[in-house]
């Protein structure tokens, strides 16, 4: 007995001795650490790239949701293809001359020494996937669209980011030219749909074959008036020529306004199928501007080229919110077989751009709907009921705002004002007895109790009569 009263004696002195041990090295850390802390540096986003912040939420939806509808009402399928890709998919197509390849592509070499480059643009990685994925065997033609990110690295503005977003439509399979007209139609419609009115400015840069035969005329003037071009245009006489037509450089400008045009260099061929596209355009009754200058920068176009440029100019210098044209050569070059394709893709961090001073002047709602709904509830058995009658609206299609943990109801009646909903649910007491909800409009105040079995049906209705 003695001897286990001294086993328990020590055992509690060595604790003792731990404790003490734990308290001095606990209160020399509590000192330590009321030393001024080192602030850690927050990441920052990279520049030229940028966050799409929640106040901006309802307007990114509302884009996706137009090009949605657009792309719905022309049967396109949407695809997905990866933003990294080997990077010879992009210098074979755009070409390793132009800037976007030479200059403004995020290339690099993966662990294994594979070269990969974030896409600068949609329509090389979809007609890879065309091409991977056996779609030449589809009934032609096969018209997709895509919507996501893509990667340049340009020297940054308003309006000139790293990482932007395109929505983008291709056709591939159709060499007729009211393929290239509907793309333009298209293109038209997603800006008129968003109240913006746009000019489309309209070029063709005919076959290859016409093309070498107008860039001798090209060269041979720019060279005759090198000491009138900008330092950057006098390098591209021999690399690049066809990119002076669109330099930005007034001192440029001038001597593009003598140039040869290419429009008087087109095979009967071409011409005669521009002359189709215009015609197209006539009949569908979209203003253009021809513009004898407009090339685009990528070398993959055949025919017709075409930019969409805001027509009111709301916000300056902006630049084109769009554009597109036919590729007849570029699924060739990708070692394909011969197949005619042509595409258009709209710039839509600009689009947001324009949106947001409208929004600012009251001249424009991004729409989500006119019916907009607020679950309100008061205590845990009308909490429950909310939980499965806003999941019986879900299955309906009808989205419902709510904040189910605020119990009080005044306080989820402030949120739904805040929100700006046009109707609030409320389920109180006297609902969960009789099996009820009351459907209040919050503009009038006006109050309306109906039978919760026919909760969907009711809100229905209301959303045909708004
Ligand atoms: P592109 O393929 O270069 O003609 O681009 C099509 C559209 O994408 C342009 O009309 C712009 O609206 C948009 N875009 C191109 N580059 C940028 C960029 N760096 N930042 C923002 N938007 C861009």
Known sequence: MAEKKKKAAAKKEVAKKVLKKTATKTSK??????????KKRIPQTVRGMKDILPQDG?????????ADSITNAYNFEFVETPIVEEALLFSRTIGRSTDIVSKEMYAFEDKDGSKLALRPEGTASIVRSYLNNGMLTLPQPVS???????FRHERPQSGRYR?????????IGNKDAVADAQ???MGYNFYKD??????VLINSIGTPDDRERYI?????????????LSEESRKKISKNPLRILDSKDPQ???VVAEAPQIIDWLSEKSKTYFMKVLEYLDELDIPYVLKPTLVRGLDYYTDTVFEFVDANNTVKGLGSLGGGGRYNLLIEQLGGEPTPASGMAVGLDRVALILKKKIEKGEFTPDTGKLKLYFAHLGEPAKRRALYLIEELRRAGIAVNHHLGKPSLKAQLEQANKAEVSHALILGQKEMQDDTIIIRDMSSGIQEMVDQKKIVREIEKLQKNM
């Open 29 to 38: 850390k509590t000192k330590g650490e009321e030393k001024p802390k080192k």
């Open 58 to 66: 309802k307007l990114w939806r509302h884009m996706r949701a137009v």
């Open 144 to 150: 997709m669209w895509y919507y996501g990110p893509m």
């Open 163 to 171: 990482q932007f977003h395109q929505f983008g439509c291709e056709i």
């Open 183 to 185: 793309l333009i139609v």
């Open 194 to 199: 968003l109240q913006i009115e746009t000019n």
């Open 216 to 228: 001798v005329e090209l060269v041979g003037y720019l060279r005759s008036k090198r000491s009138y």
């Open 252 to 254: 440029d400008q001038e």
